[in-house]
């Protein structure tokens, strides 16, 4: 049972376009929704994060949309950039999973240049 | 600062054979995980630790043993590899409290069973 499931499996993109990929979520109990950034023989990094007390977050060209009432989150890169080329994760926890994320599926993003 | 250091990095295994993946963590965190990474499911919990002496089990915890004897470090045994093993495994590790993950993962071991 895939309890955060992710869209678009892949993304292919022009430079300078937005990158939109979203994830909806089933367990009520999630307080913390991250997105983690993965490069082909590294592991994920962390690239950005909410809580739900906020409709949004914004660092630099990404931005976190959240929707606590349809249970969906997404991540949009503006200007995507080729450098931006890489598979992206969302994950959700809740305060008594002891800091364990579950995991959307995956979304490989390309940028043409 | 080595962060999380995964050893080895790649491995084949025949079916049967038995490994020990070693996961090693400079930033004093509290708690480690080892998870799975497959086409199309993401990463899944294999098992987690929350303290030196202490482990518990994930999503996907059959077939698969752990240790944490130290603090830094974390090791996930396969007893008998099977093919349905073959992944890329991951280690992380983070701190305790909610108000900053720190989630830092090693840089993967790629294991192919035979």
């Known amino acids: 049972q895939q309890q955060v499931k992710q869209s678009p499996q892949s993304l292919i993109v022009q430079k300078g376009g937005i990158s939109i990929i979203n994830c909806a979520y089933e367990?009520?109990?999630?307080?913390?929704f991250p997105w983690y950034q993965q490069f082909p023989g590294k592991g994920p990094a962390l690239l950005i994060a909410i809580r739900p007390d906020v409709s949004e977050k914004k660092e630099g060209r990404f931005t976190i949309s959240f929707n606590k009432s349809a249970k969906q989150f997404s991540l949009h890169i503006m200007d995507s950039q080729p450098g931006d080329s890489a598979t992206y994760f969302c994950a959700a926890s809740t305060e008594t999973s002891g800091s364990r994320l579950t995991f959307g599926e995956g979304t490989q993003l390309t940028v043409n240049p | 600062n080595a962060g999380v250091t995964q050893t080895p990095k790649f491995r084949v295994l025949k079916t049967g054979q038995s490994m020990t993946l070693l996961c090693a963590q400079d930033m004093n965190h509290e708690y480690m995980y080892w998870y799975r990474q497959d086409p199309g499911m993401g990463l899944r919990l294999i098992h987690y630790s929350v303290g030196e002496g202490t482990t518990a089990k994930g999503e996907v915890p059959d077939g698969y043993n752990v240790s944490r004897l130290k603090k830094q470090n974390f090791l996930l045994g396969l007893e008998s590899a099977a093919p349905s093993q073959t992944s890329v495994y991951f280690c992380?590790?983070?701190?305790?409290?909610?108000?900053?993950?720190?989630?830092?993962f090693g840089s993967g071991t790629r294991l192919t069973v035979v």
């Open positions: 992380a590790s983070s701190y305790r409290t909610l108000a900053n993950y720190g989630y830092t």
């Open positions: 367990n009520t109990a999630f307080d913390y």
